[in-house]
């Protein structure tokens, strides 16, 4: 079961690293409600032509949930993408996704003082060493440029969106027992309601840029993969091992993000890329190894 949750959980955040750097290539090619739009009308689609025998199976449970199903795709879906992608425009995918780094922070914090969920003294070891290979990688090795980074509008957006994250990660702990299938789709069709208003907006303010074919590249991408498949893993990692563990995984979202950045921006693999690798991955496993054990 771990083996399997770490495999969901690793996926996702490659994929959500992903997500980051496409949010920063979409800049003049798709706006920010626009993607975010036609990403989950898309993601709806595929949904209705490949997974609508089992929907109805679970129709009743459904509309038994459907509000709750709707805020899962509001929140967790629209709204922090929707803050995600406006927030690349005004700030660094460094930054981006180093304040993502805050979200397992967050969990914590709300897991204990909602329902006095413990962390052990290694869990936060852990999430120190994983935050060190984090600020590594967003130093590019040396430390004391983290002094440098400016903090501005969209810094501010990111970390509402990583509040909006961690909130949501914590609410999964109601989400109702039905196929993966069921649970991924009702969302989304509430991602792709809740987007409309953000587009009206967006338009109205003359902003909204439909996208050109590097734009429809970025929207497949985060239609199919970001969207479907990273919210499947998402949630079904929580499901096997629970959000104060699987929250950890998001400190490898950085190290991900500064990869696919090397193979699509073209900037050059450094020895401190190592190192970050192996602290984050270090820091999981002593989270991992001593977390606290049932009783």
């Not at 025998?53 to 879906?77: T, V």
């Amino acid at each position: 079961m771990n083996r399997r949750a770490y495999f969901y959980l690793c996926v996702t955040t490659f994929l959500w690293g992903g997500n980051s750097v496409a949010g920063k290539l979409a800049i003049g090619h798709v706006s920010p409600m626009m993607l975010t739009t036609l990403r989950w009308l898309i993601a709806v689609v595929i949904i209705i032509a490949f997974m609508t025998p089992q929907i109805r199976r679970d129709w009743a449970q459904i509309k038994a949930h459907w509000l709750l199903l709707f805020l899962y795709g509001a929140a967790g879906f629209t709204l922090f993408n929707a803050l995600l992608y406006t927030a690349v425009g005004y700030t660094s995918v460094i930054n981006v996704v180093l304040e993502q780094a805050g979200i397992p922070m967050l969990i914590f914090v709300m897991n204990f003082a909602l329902f006095r969920t413990p962390a052990s003294p290694a869990q936060l070891v852990g999430f120190g060493v994983t935050l060190l290979g984090v600020l590594v990688t967003s130093a590019h090795g040396d430390l004391t440029s983290l002094l440098e980074l400016e903090f501005n509008f969209g810094d501010t957006l990111m970390l509402m969106a990583c509040l909006v994250y961690a909130v949501y990660t914590v609410a999964l702990r109601w989400k109702p027992v039905m196929h993966w299938q069921s649970f991924i789709a009702a969302p989304a069709l509430g991602a792709l309601i809740s987007s409309l208003p953000l587009l009206w907006w967006e338009a109205s303010a003359g902003r909204a840029i439909l996208p050109d074919a590097t734009g429809w590249a970025i929207v497949l991408y985060a239609a199919i993969f970001p969207s479907l498949m990273s919210q499947v893993l998402w949630v079904r990692g929580v499901e096997l091992i629970g959000p104060n563990r699987a929250g950890l995984f998001i400190n490898a979202i950085p190290v991900f993000g500064m990869l696919l950045s090397i193979v699509l921006v073209g900037e050059t693999f450094q020895p401190f890329h190592f190192v970050a690798i192996g602290l984050v991955l270090s820091g999981i496993a002593i989270a991992e190894w001593g977390r606290p054990k049932p009783v």
